[in-house]
């Protein structure tokens, strides 16, 4: 049987009347044992921690004990009331402050019930803006975060991200994640990235990166977190001229120094104050009166790593033949089983990071090229310092066999985009003026609605390189000729 509108009535009129007076025993005795109480949850108001469907008498009171150690209700008054049969609509106006944030809210409710036979609310469900109730909630989340950060407060932290504060709050234009990278942090940078913090970051007074600020901190682990997320291992201080390495050292981590070291960190540049890596070294020894064994072990770590590299540069016989152009020695050496894709050391030189095909396509030896894809060298191989393809270094030269060689070769990625400019080759060959090459990639099919990181298309260059009126130009789509 259903309850009757005046039975609908009192109940309401009652229950009402427990939760202004904030009676905890009366609001349950109003319930019915399997209520559901629906306030509704979804990703614009998670911040609110009681929302959510709760069923049954000792959920509903764990979110009014939740609701009570949240939320500090300072007026409270049922403005509407509509009741039939079992059903009943009642307006709430609720005026409260979070006691997190001491920030005052105002909220008007629609509450819909369903009063069963037996005199209980059966059905409970609240319909609200909850814009204001967020904020409220929200109000200086960025400050808590960095201050949980500060304080090494792991759970706070993931906590007021869950809720969505910003990853990458800063405090004096460091940002969180630099600030548990400072204090060695691995913990709390973990949870920073698992949110987008951004690792790539640098802050305004020196330009240090978020790897510079953990080499300072000392957690080898979080230097490990960040080079496998993509820190850049040289990243270079606009200030200082200072690599991670050279803070490693500074700071007197001989752990950091090793991990950075097996990650192809330079050798060979220099501070913007004049200092080779050596004389960092030695003056840190000089003025430095304690920590001199971390000091000798971090030397020792730099001196394996330059001597590795000494060896490696020895054993570079398929890339010494072709930086000679030698096809006779490129072809023994592949004979007796040089690997064509072996990949030149860091030495910050011209040939870092590259295999022997990008120096023979920059360098124009056309047989080589040739040989060293007869047996499978990498046609889409990149190299670090310019994010570049062996196309990219054929065109960029103006070497039109190769750019053939290379167009004609299976999987070969015609609209590679550079690193350092977003320039496809095709770009490239027309920024430089080489109409030859230009046109075998206008043959292969390049693509012609890229656009580099300046905005330009092929197009855009080509008139600049030879006018509008050229031949080349009259090609391409979007010059007047089309």
């Not at 490129?330 to 990008?358: C, E």
Request: charged share 25%; glycine share 8%.
């Amino acid at each position: 049987m259903q309850g009757s509108t005046e039975q609908t009535r009192e109940v309401v009129d009652r229950f009402y009347s427990a939760i202004g007076q904030g009676d905890g025993r009366a609001i349950i005795d109003c319930l019915d044992p399997n209520i559901i109480f629906d306030l509704p949850k979804n990703e614009h108001n998670s911040i609110i921690p009681y929302l959510g469907v709760r069923s049954g008498h000792s959920e509903v009171s764990d979110a009014f004990r939740i609701r009570a150690e949240t939320t500090e209700v300072l007026a409270y008054e049922v403005r509407g009331k509509i009741t039939e049969g079992e059903n009943a609509c009642v307006v709430v106006y609720t005026k409260a402050r979070c006691r997190g944030t001491r920030q005052i809210f105002e909220v008007e409710d629609i509450h819909k019930l369903i009063i069963n036979n037996a005199g209980k609310i059966a059905h409970w469900k609240v319909f609200f803006d909850p814009n204001t109730e967020v904020a409220a909630f929200r109000a200086g989340m960025e400050q808590r975060l960095l201050d949980a950060v500060e304080h090494g407060n792991v759970a706070q932290v993931a906590e007021l991200l869950t809720q969505g504060a910003d990853p990458n709050a800063r405090k004096e234009g460091v940002t969180a994640l630099m600030l548990a990278a400072g204090r060695g942090n691995a913990a709390l940078a973990n949870s920073l990235i698992g949110y987008r913090a951004d690792i790539l970051a640098v802050e305004p007074r020196a330009g240090n990166s978020v790897l510079h600020f953990a080499c300072q901190g000392g957690s080898s682990e979080l230097v490990k977190l960040l080079l496998e997320h993509g820190a850049f291992v040289n990243s270079v201080c606009p200030a200082t001229g200072h690599t991670p390495l050279m803070d490693a050292l500074w700071y007197k981590w001989p752990e950091i120094v090793k991990i950075l070291l097996d990650h192809n960190a330079a050798l060979n540049l220099n501070t913007h104050y004049g200092f080779s890596l050596a004389q960092h070294l030695a003056y840190e020894k000089q003025v430095n009166k304690f920590g001199k064994d971390r000091f000798d072990e971090a030397e020792r770590l730099v001196a394996e790593r330059a001597k590795r590299d000494e060896e490696a540069l020895r054993a570079q016989h398929l890339m010494a033949a072709t930086l000679r152009g030698d096809l006779t020695s490129v072809k023994a050496l592949i004979a007796t089983g040089a690997q064509v894709d072996s990949i030149y050391p860091i030495l910050n030189g011209f040939n870092d990071g590259h295999t022997p095909l990008l120096v023979a396509c920059r360098d124009g030896h056309y047989d080589i090229a040739g040989e060293l894809l007869s047996h499978g060298a990498d046609v889409n191989a990149v190299e670090p310092t310019f994010g570049a393809v062996p196309l990219h270094k054929a065109v960029y030269n103006g070497h039109a066999d190769i750019t053939k060689l290379l167009v004609g070769q299976g999987g070969v990625d015609l609209n590679y985009r550079g690193a350092t400019n977003g320039y496809t080759p095709l770009h490239d060959a027309l920024w430089h003026g080489y109409r030859d090459c230009a046109e075998v990639l206008l043959n292969a099919k390049a693509r012609l609605d890229i656009r580099g990181n300046d905005g330009k298309l092929p197009l855009d260059i080509a008139i600049e390189a030879f006018g509008r009126d050229d031949p080349l130009v009259k090609r391409l789509p979007g010059s007047d000729a089309n």
